[in-house]
């Protein structure tokens, strides 16, 4: 079929080959397992229109949604940047294609715009990606990830052109239109932007702030520090980086699995995946009756969790020991890994995930696993790392 797609200001029109709507749906489904998770409303922020959950993937929706909560920004001037770059990701061209987790600066278009928000890595775009990256909760990912490109377009707004945050939509027509360049053609874009956010925009006054981490199903609380529920899940900090929220959900995820010495310590695509956690690929001892857990797999599969696996992991699932060495020495500002030979566990945004139940108990007391806690094992003797930035 004929599609005409805005990039930069210019329309450009495109014959889209039989096979691309396959490669839409196989991108899309990476997207929702690599996030994981949905959010099903918002509190504090407009609840997406009609014709955004029409028009946005589910996973780029939820990612606008959250990255504006963090920056604190409308997400809908995120999501019509998004559209009018690449069509949230559905381009076919290269420089447009999204690939969680990938890092450096990527493939660019002719102008040296990368990723699905067009981030400038050099040429005539600039190179706001390399000016930018070390304020990301992980500069190690480029504009092809596609959190870190939102989170970049936010950072070029704010960082590089000055806009405010907490302001309604209406506020950022200047910004937006530096974003793309100056001159009639960025005026142009820049009304082209705000007429979808006005699109996206549902019921509401509220500029930016969803009440859940949308793009993990994990509920917000106000601040920088997390919270554990009556449920023995946790809620994640509004205020803290979005790859410590996602910390936090993955917490969630198997906070009711048992203690298992050695278990999960296998394949990562099995034991450390972030939509269906499957510790029973390798099961460990199963002292408590079934797989599950041990203190240093629950551990890594916290910072699995957060996009780390490569970058601090190595792609592993590290042993206790192993544990001591990675990332930076000291404790994280939002996260801190405690390690010995014997035991691990990890801060995170001031609650601890510690298969001890924080009651400075041996790694397996009977029928516990990892869960969270308001005291971790204790500071003794334990090696504090953190992962650079957090």
Known sequence: MVVVTRRRGVRVLVLVAAAFPLLLAAGAALLTVMLGGTCSGSDVGD?????????????????????????????EILAGIGKEECDHGRFPDPSCTPQPGASGPGIANFAGASGPMQIGIGGAAGDEYDSLRRYLPDPSLGPHDPTTAVELAALVLIKDKGAPVGQPIDAYSLYVREYNGSGPAADAYAAR?????????????TAFGPSCSAALGTPLVPGAKARILPSGDAAAPADAPVVVQQMIAAGNRIDHFAYSFGGAHGDPAQTMNQSNPNPAAVPGAEENGGPGYDCSSATSYVLWGGGLG?????????????????????????????????????????????????????PNPPSTGPRWSTVGTGPGGFVERHPPGL
């Open 310 to 362: 490569q970058s601090l992991l190595g792609g592993g699932v590290l042993v206790s020991g192993e544990l001591e060495s990675v990332g930076s020495p000291g404790p994280g500002k939002w996260v801190t890994i405690f390690a010995t030979a014997e035991h691990a566990y990890i801060e995170v945004a001031g609650i601890y995930f510690d298969t001890a139940a924080g009651l400075g108990n041996p």
């Open 47 to 75: 609840t997406p229109s009609a014709a955004a959950i029409r028009d946005i993937p589910g996973a780029f929706l939820r990612i606008y949604e959250q990255v504006g909560a963090q920056y604190k920004i409308p997400w």
């Open 193 to 205: 932007v705000l007429a979808d956010a006005h699109a996206y925009q549902g019921n509401g006054t």
